[in-house]
Each structure stands twice: as C-alpha cells, then as structure tokens.
C-alpha cells in the first residue's frame, strides 16, 4: 500500500496519509455490502451512540405515514427491512439537522425530487439505507476507472495532453490509487452516527441537479474571537455569508470532477468500494479544509500556508472541517512530540492522562477522531500516519483496556479492537471537546501554531 511520511522539518506531514493496516482486524465483512445482509445493529454502539434527540420509533402523522409508505413501495423486500430497521432503531425519524428536518424527510426528498442527471434515485437509497443499517460501511477504498472511461478520464487529468510520458503517468496513478481522504472517511462517520439527520440531509443536497448544501454555523464553533472565525473561512476559501457576529450560512460542495466518479460508481461499484455517497461526501470534506483544491480524479490538493503535501489534510485542516460540518467546538490536542526529522521524540502527557481525556470524551456521547503514526521501514523510519475514529472502550476478562474504533481503510465493515496498551503510544493527535482539552492548559488554535510553524520554517530556509 501508498503511504507517506514525515518530511523535512514539516511535521505536520505525518498525519497528511493514508493508512496501512496495523493490526488484523476480525473477518467480519463477509456479505456487509451486500443487499442481503442481515439488518442487525453494529457490534459495538458507544457510550451515548444515539444523540440527545428525541427518539421516536413509531409514525406518529398522516404525512410520516405517507413518506414512510411511498419509499416502501419503490424498494425490494431487503431494503424495505432496513427501512423498518431505520424506523424501529429511532433513526428514522431524527431530526438532528441544521434544519431540523428528519431522516425520513431528506430520504423522501430523494426519492421525491430530481436528482443529479447521472446518478439514479434508488441506488442513492439503498446506500442509504445501507449506512442506516450499518455505519461501518463507510470507506475510503478508491473505485477503479472501467475501460470505457479510462481515456476520458486520462484526458481530463493530463488537460488532453498528447505527451506519451503524462499519459502514462495518469495511467500508472490511477491504476494504482489509494485515496488519502482518511479524515473526510472519518468525519463522514462521525457525521453518520452522531448527526445522522444532518448527514442525510447532506446526502441529499449532494446528490441534487445542484451537488450542493447549504448550512449554518455558530461562528465560536471556529473561534471564540468572531474576528477570527471569519478569517479562517475566508483563509479556507469557504463560500460564506455573515449573518451577524454569531452565525453565518457556508456554501458546502464536492469539487467539480467528483460527480465523474460517482457517476461511474452508480453503475460499476464494486464491493469493498466508495460508495456514491461516500465519493460525494468525502470530496466536499476534502475541498472543505483544503482551501477548494481538491481534485478527486487525481486524490490530490495543492499545498496551501500551512503544508507543503499534495495529500490528505492536516490536523487542524481536519479539525476546521469538523467544526464546519458538524457546528462544534473541537480542539486538536497533539500527544506526540516529533523531531525535525519525522521521529518520535517523546509524549506532551503521560498515557493515564491520555487514556482519561479519551474516556471522558466518550462518556459525553462524542466519538474520537485520532491521528496514530508508527515508523516506516521503507522511509528511513521516519513516521507514517493515519486517521481512524475511537467510538468506545470495554474491558476484557483478562482486565486489559480495549478501544473499539472504525478505521475507514481495513476492508472490514464492522468495529474493531486495538488494546489500549498497542494504541496510546501511536496516538499523535485527537479531537477533543474543548472542555476537556483545556482542562490542563489552555490550548492554543492549532491552525494558529501551524501558521507559526510554516512561517518559520520558510524563514530559516
């Protein structure tokens, strides 16, 4: 597999990657995709799994019944399971969107409006159905390009260069990609499961003639200084409009070759592949905290103030992106410190304190996304990186901690287990609650210090 590692005096580097398998995660995947998979609920919920909403598992309107009834009526018998599942799990009729819309609604809206012209309302529904009945579905595991496309889609990465050693080039990198989207795989889960009406309603938009949302946020979800707030959406290239100093509304959006590939994937997904829905809504993450440079044909983006890759986003890229998304304030705390040459150097905490922000995370009902990092023996050891989400904790018989985590790059569409004792040393950064961030310190911005950073660093060279 593709990684990349610590370069230079950039740390940031370590967390701009994609991932490799640590651990053998449990076979549990077999038939996960398929349309005739058990409808059960994932293995593991955590702590708070369902959000604070009201839940509700029965149709209490003329007008739910109505919907309820219609999408029933266009779906096969396995789909029609899952939309019983939905409704019985109280997912489908959360309404814990920005607009306070239910699950049920956007799923309507679906099945009820026009849809983007390459794109069929049905599969759109069964995917989301697919996540309703199991979250851990979400993957950033690139689609190949059939043979029918493969020229055009050549032909748009090289501009329609004739030049043999490009259009090799474009060839090899597509015939050989493994998307570095790890974060926006992570957060699109998060989503999924802690604002699922939020997410569907996402979903929605997406997918509609105009691929496109609009949401509004709290400005402090950015920045206590509304100055600020305003700065890093300008800074990050967000279409926004200021409200007051409290709210504004952003313009989300994929970036204009996604809908090419989810396109494809509307006729040619094959399993253990992105989905429509996660090619949609992993490119507008991407194009969220990339400043818009994001391009899904190549999984590239331009390096920007803060990161001199090409690749997947940083820390406090992924974090602005989380806070946008999902109106909250998140603070990335960095446990690892790592030298000017990519290696491990020590810890900012010692691994109770560590392992007690987390826990404490997770009994406030939050899912963690994590950074870990480990050596690469084919880049002088210099670390590698990953992103993956801690969604709960147990202990087992033996009296050893575990964390059950999704890791959107395992090929497996189930939790799995990484003992506490194997994870805390590789956990370079989180995303915490800022209530329990600032319990030791207060922590500055991430995007501040990374500025910091970057300024230096282009000084000294």
Avoid at 135 to 150: A, G, M, R
Avoid at 263 to 276: A, C, L
Wanted: charged share 30%; glycine share 4%.
């Amino acid at each position: 597999m593709y990684m990349v590692s610590a370069n230079f005096q950039n740390i940031n580097n370590i967390y701009a990657t994609t991932g490799i398998q640590q651990k053998a995660a449990p076979a549990k995947s077999d038939g996960i995709n398929s349309s005739q998979a058990p409808v059960t609920k994932p293995a593991f919920r955590a702590e708070a799994y369902t959000s604070a909403v009201t839940v509700r598992t029965s149709l209490a309107t003329r007008d739910e019944k109505k919907k309820y009834e219609e999408l029933s009526n266009e779906l096969h018998l396995d789909y029609r399971k899952k939309l019983e599942f939905a409704l019985k799990s109280g997912l489908l009729l959360k309404n814990n969107s920005n607009d306070r819309s239910t699950v049920l609604d956007n799923l309507y809206k679906i099945l009820k409006e026009d849809r983007d012209p390459g794109l069929d309302k049905i599969n759109i529904l069964e995917e989301c159905l697919d996540i309703l009945a199991n979250p851990y579905v979400i993957t950033q595991t690139c689609e190949d390009i059939p043979s029918p496309y493969k020229r055009q889609v050549i032909g748009l990465i090289t501009n329609l260069s004739e030049d043999p050693k490009k259009i090799a080039e474009a060839k090899w990198e597509l015939d050989n990609m493994h998307t570095g989207t790890c974060p926006a795989a992570s957060i699109e889960f998060d989503l999924a499961t802690k604002h699922t009406a939020e997410f569907f309603r996402m979903v929605e938009g997406l997918t509609s003639p105009n691929n496109e949302v609009v949401k509004t946020i709290k400005m402090d979800s950015l920045s206590e200084k509304s100055s600020e707030a305003i700065w890093l959406l300008k800074k990050f290239k967000t279409p926004h409009q200021i409200h007051d100093f409290d709210t504004a509304t952003v313009l989300l959006k994929p970036d204009k070759n996604a809908i090419i590939r989810a396109r494809i994937q509307n006729h040619h997904k094959d399993p253990g592949e992105r989905s429509i829905i996660d090619v949609l809504m992993q490119s507008t993450l991407m194009q969220l905290g990339s400043q818009q440079t994001y391009n899904s044909l190549t999984d590239k983006r331009a390096p920007n103030a803060w990161t001199q890759e090409d690749g997947g986003l940083i820390d406090f890229e992924k974090t602005y992106v989380e806070s946008v998304v999902e109106d909250k304030n998140t603070t990335s705390v960095i446990y690892q410190i790592v030298d000017e040459n990519g290696r491990l150097k020590g810890y900012e905490k010692d691994f109770a304190t560590i392992k007690k922000e987390l826990l404490d995370t997770l009994k406030m009902g939050h899912n963690i996304i994590i950074g870990y990092t480990w050596p690469d023996p084919e880049n002088d050891n210099k670390l590698a990186g990953h992103e993956i989400t801690i969604v709960g904790y147990k202990v087992n018989p033996d009296g050893k901690g575990v964390f059950i985590c999704q890791d959107s790059d395992d090929e497996v569409a189930a939790p799995i287990e990484m003992t506490e004792e194997y994870l805390l040393p590789k956990i370079h950064h989180a995303g915490l609650p800022d209530a329990i961030a600032s319990r030791d310190f207060q922590y500055e911005d991430s995007w501040k210090i990374g500025l910091d950073e970057f300024q230096k660093m282009k000084q000294s060279a």
